[in-house]
């Protein structure tokens, strides 16, 4: 598997980017209009916010999940037993927000929605028509005032040698959007599981913009755009010292939104939520 990074300003950006969706599950955009200098702010801000106990005035709240979640009530990838080794911070649109740290994530959040609105259209217009007839409407318009699209301000803190055996910073698991915007981290260890289940290296420099399918469109889609399993790996060495931040954008349409046949996206995220243990 080889996932090509495309140039944003390229005449056929679309095409080529849509097409590694398709086969991959991810695409990978380079020179994309999102500013670095506000994604440099948050990373450093952010990074001091978790090393203070301030963070534990927003502890999430269980029915508007906004808020701080620390390590130890961190998520559980399906399927597995130990939790995922980060703490985060979900950031909704009405959600409650740190007042230690700038308005920076929250420009970025809509930035950041501005151009998925984009992305969610070139998907639209590369979906072969047999498939695109099944949408029960515009992809873009699914996401229109939605306020369940989650900002998730994450912190992998350095290991310490003394974690549970098999515990890694995320478990292999797909995400239960439609789409998943994420700008490179800090540091490196995303992979990608490819359809020769083999593990894979996601190209992840600094400056490049990642993007992968959710369950949401996988669903819509019948498939034609995979949600692919992915994971997060410990590093090893002096990486293994320092912290990661990543800032993944996760697109939810209104839950009224009907997928499929079978799901509205509210069903399909009560569902899931359930799995990962979030909700009882």
Request: aromatic share 10%.
């Amino acid at each position: 598997m080889h996932i090509q990074p495309v140039d944003y300003r390229d005449p056929d950006a679309a095409k080529k980017f849509t097409e590694s969706l398709h086969n991959t599950g991810f695409g990978v955009l380079t020179n994309h209009p999102l500013s670095q200098d506000l994604l440099n702010t948050i990373y450093k801000e952010w990074y001091d916010f978790f090393q203070t106990d301030a963070k534990n005035k927003y502890d999430f709240d269980t029915e508007k999940m906004d808020g701080y979640f620390s390590p130890k009530i961190s998520e559980t990838a399906k399927g597995n037993t130990k939790r995922d080794l980060k703490e985060f911070y979900h950031i909704y649109p009405e959600g409650r927000y740190p007042a230690e740290v700038s308005d920076a994530a929250r420009q970025y959040y809509d930035q950041g929605n501005l151009l998925a609105t984009e992305l969610l259209q070139w998907v639209e217009d590369h979906t072969p028509a047999d498939i695109k007839a099944k949408y029960s409407m515009p992809l873009s318009d699914m996401i229109t005032d939605s306020d369940l699209t989650l900002l998730r301000v994450l912190h992998y803190p350095p290991l310490r040698g003394d974690e549970e055996p098999d515990a890694v910073r995320a478990a292999a698991h797909g995400d239960i959007n439609l789409l998943t915007v994420l700008p490179a981290a800090t540091q490196a260890g995303l992979q990608v599981l490819g359809k020769d289940d083999t593990w894979h290296d996601v190209p992840c420099d600094f400056g490049m913009l990642i993007v992968n399918i959710g369950d949401m469109l996988d669903e819509a889609s019948q498939g034609y755009y995979p949600s692919t399993i992915h994971r997060v790996l410990n590093p090893t060495g002096e990486e293994a010292k320092k912290s990661r931040i990543s800032l993944p954008l996760f697109l939810h349409p209104r839950p009224d939104v009907v997928l499929s046949e079978r799901h509205t996206s509210g069903s399909y995220l009560q569902e899931r939520l359930k799995e990962l243990g979030v909700k009882k």
